[in-house]
């Protein structure tokens, strides 16, 4: 069985590379690329990619706010 300090190491490390792999993504593509909408209306690239910023950055925030509140019983 794996301690926690262990699993967290492996979550922030998957964590990090798939957002590590999004940004390159993002850098790599062509403005016109990354605005442009599918035909079915769905959300671009940079929406796409703006919409996991603005979660991530939000999620992190409540997380700090939680681990610095006292654990009730």
Do not use: K, Y
């Amino acid at each position: 069985m794996i301690d926690h300090a262990a699993r967290v190491a492996r979550i922030v490390s998957e964590f990090t590379e798939a957002a590590e792999r999004l940004a390159v993504r993002v850098e790599r593509a062509d403005d016109r690329a990354a605005r442009a909408r599918p035909p079915d209306g769905g959300w671009s690239a940079a929406q796409i990619a703006w919409h996991v910023a603005a979660v991530i950055s939000r999620f992190a925030r409540s997380l700090v706010s939680a681990a610095t509140q006292p654990v009730r019983n």
